[in-house]
């Protein structure tokens, strides 16, 4: 059982920058691939970004540039630096994680293991 807590989600002028945090919890995390999604009102939830244990990483090839996933094995964190944040990047924010999934490629919803409850994001223009 895997334990996620995401942070870092808050109101943010467009152009302006944010880093998301998520916590895991449990003693097996390099174990994980971990993912971020989101979801905007209204909208399905879609795959953000992928990171595996080594640090092997796949974004969204519409969000790639602007976006850094990275992961602290010792601390069980995963983070994604948002930049050049648009009104577009509104959404809830999830945490996710996953075993045996390559992080090679874009990660499908039905792939997750565990989700954490989000975090908003909000990009005012």
């Known amino acids: 059982q895997v334990q996620l807590v995401e942070s870092g989600g808050g109101l943010v002028q467009a152009g302006g920058s944010l880093r998301l945090s998520c916590a895991a919890s449990?003693?097996?995390?390099?174990?994980?691939?971990m993912a971020w999604f989101r979801q905007a009102p209204g909208k399905e939830r879609e795959f953000v970004a992928v990171?595996?244990?080594?640090?092997?990483?796949t974004y969204a090839t519409s969000l790639e540039g602007r976006l850094t996933i990275s992961r602290d094995n010792a601390k069980n964190t995963v983070y994604l630096q948002m930049n050049n944040l648009k009104p577009e990047d509104t959404a809830v924010y999830y945490c996710?994680?996953?075993?045996?999934?390559?992080?090679?490629?874009?990660?499908?919803?039905?792939?997750?293991?565990?989700w954490g409850k989000g975090t908003p994001v909000t990009v005012s223009s």
């Open positions: 996710a994680a996953a075993i045996g999934i390559t992080a090679a490629q874009a990660m499908g919803v039905s792939s997750v293991d565990y």
């Open positions: 990171i595996g244990w080594t640090g092997i990483n």
């Open positions: 449990g003693r097996t995390f390099i174990s994980y691939t």
